[in-house]
Antibody
Framework: EVQLVESGGGLVQPGRSMKLSCAAS????????MAWVRQAPTKGLEWVAT????????YYRDSVKGRFTISRDNAKSTLYLQMNSLRSEDTATYYC?????????WGQGVMVTVSS | DIQMTQSPSVLSASVGDRVTLNCKAS??????LNWYQQKLGEAPKLLIY???NLQTGIPSRFSGSGSGTDYTLTISSLQPEDVATYFC????????FGSGTKLEIK
């Protein structure tokens, strides 16, 4: 069974950093691209970043480019999102998702609140 | 970026009804269109991929169709457990989601 389990969220002040992790199991992690998708409270879904199966290629939405870094450790079957210079508009639930069909499996999400 | 417009934003229907949800892209997305179901407090779940392919484990009452810029999700016989928000999503270019259709039971 495919499982994606996010961790690392919480309350953070504007301008500070936070790193999210996503532990994957139930499939060959190194065979799949992965992504982060976020959802602000009571809002729709927004793609954030994608990384290729081997980590050689990364893609970001414009609003996070230069502030967020997506990475992966295939030996640990873990996906990461390093978020720097956080803003109030980054407040959202962040979902880890597999780029299968794409976005065929999702984690349960982790809440990130950016507030002073 | 490609804009995805869903209609209606809220749909109220009775159990057993045939329900159609619409999604319109701002340009041709070559059938690279997925549909997701999100129940309250849960993560999204993939229902349909690439316009008309049913994801494993999804009931056959769900189906998808469309081409070019216009796509639909149909539920052939609405069930109480189908209450949710439905999002369309295009992956023809930089990924974008629609704003969702909230489906309610009358």
């Amino acid at each position: 069974e495919v499982q994606l389990v996010e961790s690392g969220g919480g309350l953070v002040q504007p301008g500070r950093s936070m790193k999210l992790s996503c532990a994957a199991s139930g499939f060959t992690f190194s065979n799949y691209g992965m992504a982060w998708v976020r959802q602000a409270p009571t809002k729709g879904l927004e793609w954030v970043a994608t990384i290729s199966y081997d980590g050689s290629s990364t893609y970001y939405r414009d609003s996070v480019k230069g502030r967020f870094t997506i990475s992966r450790d295939n030996a640990k079957s873990t996906l990461y999102l390093q978020m720097n210079s956080l803003r109030s508009e980054d407040t959202a639930t962040y979902y880890c998702t597999r780029w299968g069909r794409p976005f065929d499996y999702w984690g349960q999400g982790v809440m990130v609140t950016v507030s002073s | 970026d490609i804009q995805m417009t869903q209609s209606p934003s809220v749909l109220s229907a009775s159990v057993g009804d045939r329900v159609t949800l619409n999604c319109k892209a701002s340009q041709n997305i070559n059938k690279y269109l997925n549909w997701y179901q999100q129940k309250l407090g849960e993560a999204p779940k993939l229902l349909i991929y690439n316009t008309n392919n049913l994801q494993t484990g999804i009931p056959s009452r769900f189906s998808g169709s469309g081409s070019g810029t216009d796509y639909t999700l149909t539920i052939s016989s609405l069930q109480p457990e189908d209450v949710a928000t439905y999002f369309c999503f295009q992956h023809n270019s930089w990924p974008t989601f629609g704003s969702g259709t909230k489906l309610e039971i009358k």
